[in-house]
């Protein structure tokens, strides 16, 4: 008799439980870590504008240097979890600055760069990856960093 009376009590717990879980699991906050410029030959800069890439403001760099200090410049930043629908919503008709870093001099066309992410022109940051080679969820940097986006400007003296 009590176990049947706290049947409903179980199942109403198990509930709560999941709901917390769904809610909260993969949405923590992390501090990005990025590779070291060294780890690249080169990097290409899209601008894209109005939703399409604009070819005469794209940007090929192979400079060790700068390199190294366009990722230091996006290295150590809190982010959070965001899923590709969100992001395509997010980015939508906000021009953004795409940065695919390369580590080979022939590359496959039909495979994704090594290492990449873009910045918005509001200064919110997006990593498409979690390592080298290795593609993930999109990280979103929980705040607008307009001072990385002007920063990475003077670097590839990207308009």
């Keep these: ?17 999941s709901v917390l879980y769904v809610i909260f699991s993969g ?3 992390k501090t990005m870590e990025v590779p070291s410029g060294k780890e690249f030959i080169s990097v290409q800069v ?12 794209t940007v090929t760099l192979t400079d060790k240097e700068k390199l190294d200090e366009i990722l230091r410049a996006v290295d ?3 982010t959070k979890q965001s899923t590709i629908t ?5 980015i939508k008709d906000v021009d953004s ?10 590359r496959d066309p039909r495979k994704p760069f ?6 918005t022109e509001k200064g919110y940051i997006y990593y498409t990856h979690n390592a080298i080679n290795s593609l993930d969820t999109p990280q979103r940097t929980v705040e607008a960093h307009p001072d990385v986006l002007k920063k ?3 670097i590839t003296g990207v308009q």
């Design 1 to 17: 008799m009590v176990i049947k009376k706290l049947i409903p009590f179980a199942i109403i717990i198990l509930l709560v439980l």
């Design 27 to 29: 949405k923590s906050e």
């Design 46 to 57: 899209q601008t894209i504008e109005n939703n399409k890439e604009v070819k005469s403001k």
């Design 76 to 78: 150590g930043l809190k």
């Design 86 to 90: 969100n992001t395509e919503k997010e």
């Design 97 to 106: 600055y795409f940065f695919y870093f390369e580590n080979k001099k022939e």
């Design 114 to 119: 090594p290492y990449s992410f873009f910045i």
């Design 152 to 154: 990475l400007k003077e």
